[in-house]
């Protein structure tokens, strides 16, 4: 560790990785030693992982590009020379997607990465910043390992560092920090040859090429570049299909989250007369995606059963069949259905790409999703947002049908989840709390109760055991079941930045009847739940901030 400085610090509070990683406001990493904190917390658990030293370890640094990205990715460059890492990857200019970050780990062979981003969340000065550890595998860093970074954040002396002015991150090559090789790698090269290695892109060519219209929208975030190259460059598709394409610090000044609210200008596209096809959106770091059709949603449990359905008919990677299918907790049941279908086993993992992993790992699943935008496969293991839209494109190249016919096609053969999820942005957190705390001290007798038409049949909180390791994860939210096949799941997210987020969660299931409208169908379930929770008297709201 030629030349590292040790430089005092003392522990700050709060610094408690959530479902992904450690996300605040911005001007709290921008805090003097926040950032180098939990970076050098970060070393000293590699440090205790590799008792040998890390110089004969490689790991890869980038983010999403937003604001502090890259005074971020200069600082950890720094403490990780301080700590004596034998090479760093870094990504060109700073900037890697957070599926781009999973694919380059897994081929490179490198020890892990350190991931800057929000995702979805807006950003700028006085927006939203985050940072995580993905291990060797290309995933997030399971709870046993952030609960271990966590630990020394509270108990940090001094962080390593090495202090070097002009380290030249835009410029494609070489250089040393310290005793720290540091290589700038492109990009873009090693996603899009994983895209490339999975899908048949002379098949979705010619698809394009046969008039079928597409509007990519990469929400000024990370994804610009890489659909751009894919979409227009290899594909085909017309020039200024990519919108709003150049990755922005503060996403313009928008909430870089592909829903039906955040993307309200993209499905106005769609709905126009003259509307593309298919339309597609990734959030702020590329790991989310929404998939549309003309006037047509489809809602994330639906997409993950439906690409279920086609993969092994319309996607080479997936020609032998699927091993099993996951999703989270919260997310509707529709891809349990599929797989049952198929003979493989479907899994139901707490909130959290992370839990995936293992099953991934183990092979026991080869496609997973969650209803926050997040689907993805084995290639990988974040979600994958372009991923997802080529898997899209494949199923429409393949069936060669409109979205709204294969989802409806879907539907009749399996039957219609209805499912939406309302969210309650910037709670009181210690109000919400109480008010979970009351409702878990109640669950033992909601059983047998009238409600929403039906009758509670059970209600509990959701405890998951990795059937891989054994991990247990506890209290990851609670589920009530009603007599007629429905159910609510209530939460608070793990990624919020301000108060407490409160998810509520309903999923309302039917055979047969499956033209009906989706909020209609929701709202006795959805009042049932208010009234039971007493949300107006408990945090003083009705309505919802967003519904997805
Ligand atoms: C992260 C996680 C996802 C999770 C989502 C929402 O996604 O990777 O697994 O579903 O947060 O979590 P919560 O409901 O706790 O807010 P992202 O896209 O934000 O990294």
Known sequence: MSNARLIPTHPIAGQKPGTSGLRKKTREFMRPGYLENFVQAIFNVLHEDHPGGLGGQTLIVGGDGRYFNREAVLTILRIAAGNGLGRMLVAQRGILSTPAMSIEIRARGAAGGILLSASHNPGGPDADFGIKFNTSNGGPAPESFTARIHAHTLRLTEYRWVEQSGLPIDDLGDFTLGAMNVSVIDSLDGYVAAMQSIFDFDRLRAHLASGFRI??????????????????DLLGAAPGTVIRSEPLEDFGGDHPDPNLSHAAALVARLSAPDAPDFGAACDGDGDRNLILGKSFFVSPGDSLAVIAEHAAQAIPAYRAGLAGVARSMPTSMAADRVAAQLGIPSFET?????????????????????ESFGTGSSHAREKDGIWAVLAWLSILADTRQPVSEIVNAHWRRFGRSYYQRHDYEALDATAADAMLARLRARLDSLGGLSFAGSTIESAGEFNYTDPVNGDTSNNQGVRIFLADGSRAVIRLSGTGTEGATLRLYYESYSKDDIGQDCAARIEPLAAAIRALLELEQSVGRVQPDVIT
């Not at 509007?215 to 751009?228: E, H, I, L, S, W």
């Not at 707490?350 to 969650?370: H, M, N, Q, V, Y």
């Open 350 to 370: 707490p909130t959290g790409w992370k839990f995936f992993s293992s099953l991934l790992d183990a092979g026991r699943i080869t496609l997973c999703g969650e």
């Open 215 to 232: 509007c990519f929208d990469a929400m000024n975030g990370v994804t610009g570049p890489y659909a751009r190259r894919i979409f227009e």
